[in-house]
């Protein structure tokens, strides 16, 4: 770096710009400038850029920081020029961002997580469709399915989560049970327990704690996964091979969920209704007998199939959630983190969603 001249006139103090103002030097510049200026008078400062030689955005951040109010001999070049202007907007851009967080900071937030939401809703529509549209294509082209993935995640979202998911059953159920008999035995109708943990289980319980448990578990693997693969670049190499990522990774998952999620929901039917008897034996002294004769009598095929209807539904829910957010992970494992949470903050919500509007359409239709 050639040194800084500094020249003391009659008009005005002259600081003349030379070498190379790059990041490098900055602090030898930062010095040499606040000496001149200690010297330099109270009159108008003049500068001279005519042997600047190099310039970057730190250097530009110089200038436009210490003379911003100076007259300017000579113009800039115009590359110069064009940077010196990239970093005044930024600036102005950077301080008018700041003023308007200060002063409609909450009319802000709102617009901001409105456009949010819009945006995440039209990014979504757009994956379901391409995954709808890869599914389309291996229907036509059955051996573009990839079994081995598919029977891996099978293995890993059902026979992996049996323990879990029984346990979580008979938990339920038996919390049902428990609940329902301190009440009704006050009216003595303590029977009526049976009926309570049957309907609520085949319809709504039974189901809805298996999605959840699935989407905190296997859904969060999915985003997760994805996510790695993402940030290790290894999305980016299915594409150079030429394989699809939505076929690869997205599809197997979303089939192996389709298949598991409703067996695992009638497992839990089948363990809760255990746990169910194993209270009312119990609680109430009924023996198996009398236990299943009461089942028969309240459980109905439409009871169990309404219950049913609804794991497909959500395993796809679940899957498209998480598989999105794996694929929108970018930067840092702190990424693949916060969106994996997302991830199943998301799926849990719109499952709950999804029972509720199905429990809202059933007793429109009155079933």
């Known amino acids: 770096m050639k040194a800084i001249s500094v020249h003391a006139e009659k008009t005005a103090d002259t600081f003349v710009l030379e070498g190379e103002w790059t990041v490098q030097h900055v602090p030898v510049l930062e010095k040499s400038i606040t000496a001149w200026k200690r010297h330099a008078s109270d009159k108008k400062l003049a500068i001279d850029p005519g042997s600047l030689e190099k310039l970057d955005t730190a250097g530009a951040r110089l200038i436009q920081e210490y003379f911003s109010g100076a007259h300017f001999i000579k113009p800039f070049k115009p590359s110069q020029q064009a940077l010196l202007d990239f970093v005044s907007t930024a ?216 219950g049913m209807i609804k794991a497909p539904v959500m395993a796809f829910v679940i899957t498209v959630i998480c598989t999105y957010q794996g694929m929108n992970v970018s930067g840092s494992a702190e990424n693949v983190g916060k969106l994996t949470t997302l991830a199943v903050v998301q799926s849990i919500f719109l499952v709950v969603m999804v029972d509720a509007l199905f429990s809202i359409v059933f007793s429109k239709m009155g079933m």
């Open 91 to 306: 600036g102005v851009q950077k301080a008018a961002k700041r003023e308007t967080h200060k002063n409609k900071g909450f009319f802000y937030s709102i617009g901001e997580k409105t456009i949010s939401a819009l945006r995440f809703l039209y990014e979504l529509i757009v994956f379901i469709g391409i995954v709808f549209t890869r599914f389309g294509k291996n229907i036509l082209s059955p051996s573009h399915f990839r079994l081995p993935s598919i029977v891996r995640h099978i293995e890993e979202t059902g026979f992996q989560a049996l323990p879990i998911i029984c346990l979580l059953a008979f938990g339920t159920s038996a919390v049902i049970f428990y609940q329902g008999a301190t009440q009704l035995q006050k009216l003595g109708a303590d029977i009526y327990t049976i009926d309570l943990t049957v309907i609520s289980l085949l319809r709504e319980m039974a189901v809805l704690m298996t999605a959840i448990m699935v989407a905190g578990r296997s859904g969060s693997a999915f985003a997760a996964e994805i996510g790695v693969m993402k940030l290790r670049g290894e999305v980016d190499a299915l594409k150079t091979m030429g394989i699809d990522p939505i076929e690869a990774l997205v599809l197997p998952r979303l089939l192996a969920l389709l298949i598991t999620l409703p067996l695992l929901s009638f497992i839990a039917d089948i363990v809760g209704l255990a746990g169910g008897w194993l209270m009312s034996h119990f609680m109430l002294g009924l023996s198996v007998s009398q236990y299943i004769d009461r089942i028969q009598q309240v459980a109905t095929p439409m009871m169990f199939f309404i």
